[in-house]
């Protein structure tokens, strides 16, 4: 069975105004925190090593994957990241074609850096360059320009990379629809293979919270992101990408496999403050606070940490079961994680999985969702519309 581990680096040079993510500037604990989660990591491996243990790791993404989130994961010394991913290997015996993406900044990456990266195993870079607009960047208040990022791409290339992922945010005041296709065209040229784009969100405790939530509005109108989003969609399609989730889109041969192990419902360990896991019938977290987790990892035994994953043990100083999931809970969690992509959701699937046809469970939401023309069924899969995509939230909410 393939393993999933997501690791979260919780530390950022400074904080974006828009970003409700846990991150912390706190630089100076990067040390002791990736000392902690090297420590999970054998923690974990001491878990799955043992035959009466967790170790049914399910899923039919048939590759395994590590993915390094954040924050931003190249923030700290190469030495640290590298270290952990040795770490991670040896405690999961991971494959050697497995999937293995580092999140990067693209002001805090350099030639250096990234081939020492490589050179230890990880294979695919998502850089988060947001923007190639100064203007845009400027208001996002991202500590990198365009040439910056263009000059990263670059970099990441010579470093042997060429599994490469870019993320673009959408629904920016002062961004224009061609400005999006303009970076889209360059990012093609460049020879990404990956985009992801996300729609900009005004979440409370931030600070464009206060900038912008009285105006957002009357900035970029609903309507204008919509179109912004569909155009892109287009636009992507026709420059080779294809579109497989609401948010990300590859060149076939592409997709990322870990993503797709959280919306193929498959199980996935967490490592560090702020990562969130899904093991057995237990979504779980830790809390998104460095030092608990330091101080946890420190002192907790591979007995208590066996216990927990086994859903065994309750609330621990920095993990917490965030939900037990029943058989129910797995069932609606089904439209809700696969209705974002566009393969929708594979009835045969889900009644190998639950023997049960998910119209028997679901009938009235199916039927009211294709009635109003914002879900489609065809042959053995029911997916979203166009007119559904700009609904997803709300049709989703249906099967809950
Ligand atoms: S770099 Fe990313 S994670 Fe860090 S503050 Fe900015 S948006 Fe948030």
């Known amino acids: 069975m393939a393993r999933h581990i997501y690791v979260h680096n919780p530390f950022c040079a400074r904080k974006c105004p828009y970003c409700d993510f846990y991150s912390i500037t706190k630089t100076e604990l990067c040390e002791e925190f990736y ?3 090297v420590r999970e990591a054998e923690l974990i491996g001491s878990v799955i090593s043992d035959p009466a243990g967790t170790g049914s790791i399910s899923g039919n993404n048939d590759k395994d994957t590590i993915y390094f989130g954040g924050g931003t994961p190249t923030l700290p010394d190469s030495r640290l990241i590298c270290e952990l991913l040795g770490a991670l290997r040896k405690a999961f015996n991971i494959a050697s074609d497995a999937e293995i993406t580092l999140e990067a900044n693209p002001s805090s990456v350099n030639a250096e850096k990234l081939s020492e990266c490589r050179q230890a ?3 695919r870079i998502s850089l988060g360059v947001q923007s190639l607009d100064d203007g845009v960047l400027k208001t996002l208040g991202r500590l990198h320009d365009s040439q910056r990022a263009i000059d990263a791409i670059g970099e990441i290339k010579s470093a042997g990379f060429s599994n490469i992922s870019a993320d673009l945010i959408t629904g920016v005041p002062g961004q224009t629809v061609e400005g999006i296709l303009s970076d ?5 040229e ?5 985009i992801s784009t996300y729609s900009l969100s005004i979440e409370e405790g931030t600070a464009f919270f206060d900038r912008y939530r009285k105006t957002i ?4 109108p609903p ?3 919509r179109e912004m989003y569909h155009r892109t969609r287009e636009y992507l399609q026709e420059c080779g990408y294809e579109t497989y ?3 990300n889109s590859a060149i ?3 997709r990322s496999i870990h993503n797709s192990s959280y919306w193929n419902s498959c199980e996935y360990f967490a490592i560090g403050a702020g990562a969130h896991g899904y093991i057995g019938d237990m979504r779980y977290g830790h809390r998104d606070d460095v030092a608990s987790y330091i101080e946890e990892m420190k002192s907790i035994t591979s007995q208590e940490y066996k216990e927990f994953i086994e859903g065994k043990k309750g609330d621990l100083k920095s993990l917490y079961a965030e939900e037990i999931l029943s058989e129910e809970d797995k069932m609606r969690e089904v439209p809700f994680l696969r209705l974002r992509t566009t393969e929708g959701i594979l009835l045969d699937d889900f009644l190998r999985r639950f023997g049960v046809e998910f119209e028997e469970v679901f009938g009235q939401a199916v039927k009211t969702n294709i009635e109003k023309g914002l879900l489609e069924r065809k042959e053995r899969t029911l997916r979203l519309t166009r007119s559904g995509l700009d609904l997803a939230n709300i049709v989703i909410e249906d099967f809950l």
């Open 184 to 188: 889209v065209k360059t990012f093609k």
């Open 245 to 247: 989730e609401i948010s």
């Open 190 to 194: 460049l020879g990404i293979k990956h």
């Open 35 to 37: 000392k902690a989660a």
């Open 217 to 220: 509005e009357e900035l970029v």
């Open 223 to 225: 309507e204008t992101e």
């Open 121 to 123: 195993g990880f294979n």
């Open 252 to 254: 076939p041969g592409f």
